[in-house]
């Protein structure tokens, strides 16, 4: 069983930066993918970024390619969401997820096994 913790959500204006951090627990943490999704009020949750348990490939959504970096550090067992440029429409609970996935190297974006609590994202226009 994977625990995992987010952090560094919070308020900020468009234009601005935030990272979000993911701890994870309990389990092989460079074995599996992690992904970050979002959810806005009134909307389904939305694939954003995944990094290969090998972080040899990343995906992005075409909403935030150029502005955001997915990045994971093995040996803190985290993965980041670096979030630049940061719009409006940003604004959404962010949620990270993990998924055992070494057949390939290249990352799924869903069906993800094991999700956080979310963290807040609100951008002020």
């Known amino acids: 069983q994977v625990q995992l913790v987010e952090s560094g959500g919070g308020l900020v204006q468009a234009g601005g930066s935030l990272r979000l951090s993911c701890a994870a627990s309990g389990g092989t943490f460079s074995r599996y993918a992690m992904g970050w999704f979002r959810q806005a009020p009134g909307k389904e949750r939305e694939f954003v970024a995944a990094?290969?348990?090998?972080?040899?490939?990343?995906l992005y959504a075409d909403s935030v390619k150029g502005r955001f970096t997915i990045s994971r550090d093995d040996a803190k067992s985290t993965v980041y969401l670096q979030m630049n440029s940061l719009k409006p429409e940003d604004t959404a609970v962010y949620y990270c997820a993990a998924k055992w996935w070494v057949v390939t190297d290249t990352p799924p974006t869903v069906r993800y096994t094991y999700w956080g609590q979310g963290t807040q994202v609100t951008v002020s226009s």
């Open positions: 990094v290969s348990w090998s972080a040899g490939n990343t």
